[in-house]
């Protein structure tokens, strides 16, 4: 258990980047731009021992899978896509009425997806990444997913079919991102790239940011929860196990000016978590990521949770509302014990898609807007140049730009 001070000392944000993989990513980026198709091949019986026949899972495919899924599963991915398609749909940004200075919106093109599929496929990416491109109205989608051994997940397809993703394609890692990045025979170059992935997607994405669009670079899952004196201990155990089985370096952090009810937090993960079956991976997580924060005030409470700037803040407190306004970096608030992270991740509307490892200092979760641009249209009256000129043409003398000046110089005369 830390105190604020101590904690402020030894935490610091962790960089997610493993730059030792920099010379294997690049050559694969390489190797993909170079010999496309045949490189993905290759790379995937190199890294996921299984020869692909095809790279492209058919649509056919898609739908019998959304056929073959049981009924509860079927209903709970058209319910969290319903969910997703409403908040998106609320904060999608509006087209500004034509004036003389305005802004026109446009939708990308097409846009690449990554969906996770080692340990835990992550259907619930797909839903959280392409609803989202759909309500933009992105012209196509595409989704690329490691391959296994006995087929892509199902569920994954289904989802797929669900969101009427345009192709879907069996190809994982550095190479996936590639592909997406500089096109291949099979797989079309796109316009932006999005979705988690392992430190070789991770680092492929920032080596083809410039060439392509990014979202983020994803690093760990984190949670941040901070509780009081009438916290239900065993809710909060349950959101600490919940983000620590994702990974072994995911993070936990639980904040609170009561230590007793620290203690009583973590004695309850001491006992679930042997009755997890991803046990080991929550075990390995929380002796090398947890973090106890005992705080001396609200104050300081809120100064730890700034400072981390974690993916995930969960207030689970009694006075719980009046901490959205005080909290100032994070990728999303979960205000209250019944809005627990988890219910987040699947259904309850906005993107699951955070930034981590304290980027939300600066940027934000994915949204419908990232799969927007806008254009700046300027089209002025003869009147509002005349205004506007003068100063232009002094900042232009300025610069020593002549041409500049002259454009807008004789322009002016011509309205005397």
Same mark, same amino acid.
């Given at each position: 258990m830390y =105190? @604020?001070n101590?904690f402020k000392?030894?935490?610091?944000t962790k960089?997610d980047?493993?730059w ?5 990513v690049?050559?694969?980026?390489k190797?993909v731009q170079?010999? *496309?198709? +045949? /490189?993905?091949f ?9 020869e692909?026949a095809?790279?492209?899972i058919?649509s056919?495919?898609?739908k ?5 899924i049981n ?5 709970s991915l058209? @319910?969290?896509k319903?969910n997703?398609?409403?908040?998106q749909?609320?904060?999608?940004w509006?087209q500004?009425?034509?004036?003389e ?6 939708p990308l093109?097409r846009? *690449?997806i990554?969906v #996770?599929?080692g @340990?835990?496929?992550?259907v619930?990416?797909v839903?959280m990444t392409?609803?989202l /491109?759909?309500v933009?109205?992105?012209n196509?989608t595409? %989704?690329v997913t490691? #391959?296994? =051994?006995d *087929?892509?997940?199902? !569920?994954?397809l289904?989802a797929?079919?669900?969101?009427n993703?345009?192709?879907v394609?069996?190809?994982g890692g550095?190479?996936?991102i ?5 096109g291949?025979? $099979?797989i079309?170059? %796109?316009?932006?790239?999005v979705?988690?992935?392992?430190q070789?997607?991770?680092? !492929?994405k920032?080596? %083809? ?8 670079? !994803?690093?760990?899952?984190?949670i941040v929860v901070?509780v009081?004196d009438a916290?239900?201990?065993d809710w ?6 919940? +983000? ?5 370096q995911?993070?936990t952090f639980l904040?609170s000016e009561n230590?007793d009810k620290?203690?009583e937090i973590? !004695? ?10 991803r046990?080991a991976i929550i ?11 005992? =705080?001396a005030s609200?104050?300081?409470t809120?100064?730890v %949770?700034n ?5 995930h803040i969960?207030?689970? @407190?009694k006075?719980?509302?009046?901490y959205?306004d005080l909290? =100032?970096?994070g990728g999303a608030?979960?205000?209250g ?5 988890a219910? *987040?991740?699947y259904?309850?509307g ?5 930034p981590?490892g304290?980027? /939300?200092?600066?940027s934000n ?9 806008t254009?700046s249209?300027i089209?002025?009256?003869?009147s509002?140049f005349?205004?506007?000129?003068p100063?232009?043409?002094?900042l232009?003398k300025?610069e ?8 807008l ?5 011509? $309205?005397?």
């Amino acid at each position: 258990m830390y =105190t @604020t001070n101590t904690f402020k000392e030894i935490y610091a944000t962790k960089n997610d980047i493993d730059w030792t993989l920099l010379d294997s990513v690049q050559s694969i980026i390489k190797e993909v731009q170079q010999n *496309g198709d +045949q /490189a993905l091949f290759d790379y995937s019986k190199k890294f996921d021992s299984i020869e692909l026949a095809e790279l492209e899972i058919p649509s056919s495919s898609l739908k019998h899978a959304y056929q073959s899924i049981n009924n509860d599963l079927r209903t709970s991915l058209v @319910t969290a896509k319903t969910n997703i398609e409403k908040y998106q749909k609320s904060i999608k940004w509006k087209q500004s009425e034509a004036s003389e200075l305005y802004q026109k919106i446009h939708p990308l093109n097409r846009v *690449g997806i990554y969906v #996770p599929g080692g @340990t835990a496929p992550l259907v619930s990416t797909v839903l959280m990444t392409t609803v989202l /491109a759909n309500v933009a109205g992105v012209n196509e989608t595409i %989704v690329v997913t490691p #391959p296994q =051994t006995d *087929g892509v997940q199902q !569920a994954i397809l289904a989802a797929c079919h669900i969101v009427n993703v345009d192709h879907v394609y069996q190809i994982g890692g550095a190479q996936a991102i590639a592909a997406l990045a500089y096109g291949t025979e $099979t797989i079309p170059k %796109v316009d932006k790239i999005v979705g988690p992935g392992n430190q070789y997607v991770a680092l !492929a994405k920032k080596l %083809v940011y410039g060439d392509v669009g990014i979202d983020s670079i !994803a690093g760990p899952s984190e949670i941040v929860v901070v509780v009081d004196d009438a916290s239900r201990a065993d809710w909060v155990a349950y959101d600490l196990l919940a +983000q620590a089985e994702h990974d072994v370096q995911a993070r936990t952090f639980l904040i609170s000016e009561n230590k007793d009810k620290l203690h009583e937090i973590m !004695a309850e993960v001491d006992k679930k978590v042997g009755s997890q079956p991803r046990s080991a991976i929550i075990s390995k997580s929380l002796k090398s990521h947890h973090y106890s924060v005992h =705080t001396a005030s609200k104050k300081e409470t809120v100064e730890v %949770v700034n400072l981390i700037a974690g993916e995930h803040i969960s207030i689970q @407190t009694k006075d719980a509302e009046s901490y959205v306004d005080l909290i =100032t970096t994070g990728g999303a608030l979960f205000i209250g014990p019944y809005s627990p992270e988890a219910i *987040g991740d699947y259904v309850a509307g906005p993107s699951h898609v955070l930034p981590t490892g304290g980027n /939300a200092r600066f940027s934000n979760g994915l949204s419908v807007n990232d799969f927007l641009r806008t254009n700046s249209v300027i089209n002025l009256k003869p009147s509002t140049f005349t205004e506007m000129a003068p100063s232009g043409i002094r900042l232009a003398k300025e610069e020593a730009l002549q041409a500049h000046h002259d454009s807008l110089y004789f322009r002016l005369e011509d $309205t005397k």
